[in-house]
């Protein structure tokens, strides 16, 4: 069914191409390509990784407080049950361990809460990040297709969706050119994997 489905998606591009291709020019674009090289992508990665770091650092602190915590109930518990001492004297330290269950249990709860606000946002963050790089890509390929005389521009990182796409009219080096041009780190090189989870059904 999946290669029917193909097929068939195959074949209307094709249809629709040849039948603009007498009126119109078309080109293709690998928006992958263009994601993953773009100087701005990696300066976003980069800011991304410094907040990760940050946030396992704050975990990892927040993680030996409650250890040491569970430490400081479990030997107040013991001196507690210490037949040694008075009667009195262990009441006394059921009541602080008693209280020190509650600070152990405050932490536990809010190393949870941290740790889920602040993943939901560097969720959030990411996302932002990847739909303005997109924009601004999006922006890009429009004013070289507009330059170019292309009324179609096809992303060639979705292979799935064309039978065929040429590299003769393949504009995604003159558009990563203008994209990096003036960046202020070195974008020789792409990017050599994906650092975020952009689809590649972008237009």
Request: glycine content about 4%.
């Amino acid at each position: 069914m999946k290669n029917l489905r193909l097929l068939v998606i195959g074949a209307i591009l094709m249809a629709v191409t040849f039948s603009a291709s007498a009126q119109s020019k078309i080109a293709s674009v690998d928006m992958k390509k263009l994601f993953n090289g773009y100087y701005k992508t990696k300066m976003a990665q980069t800011a991304l990784d410094k907040d990760k770091a940050d946030l396992r650092k704050e975990l990892k602190d927040m993680a030996e407080g409650l250890e040491k915590a569970r430490a400081d109930y479990k030997q107040i518990l013991d001196q507690a049950n210490d037949q040694a001492i008075s009667a009195d004297e262990r009441d006394k330290r059921k009541q602080t361990a008693t209280e020190k269950a509650r600070d152990v249990n405050s932490r536990q709860v809010a190393v949870e809460q941290y740790q889920r606000q602040a993943e939901s946002q560097l969720s959030d963050k990411s996302q932002r990040m990847i739909g303005n790089l997109v924009k601004e890509i999006q922006d890009a390929v429009a004013v070289k297709s507009k330059a170019g005389g292309y009324s179609l521009v096809v992303n060639s990182a979705n292979s799935e969706a064309f039978a065929y796409v040429g590299t003769e009219t393949d504009i995604t080096p003159i558009v990563l050119a203008q994209l990096n041009a003036g960046a202020p780190i070195d974008v020789v090189n792409p990017a050599a994997s994906q650092p975020f989870n952009l689809s590649t059904n972008a237009p």
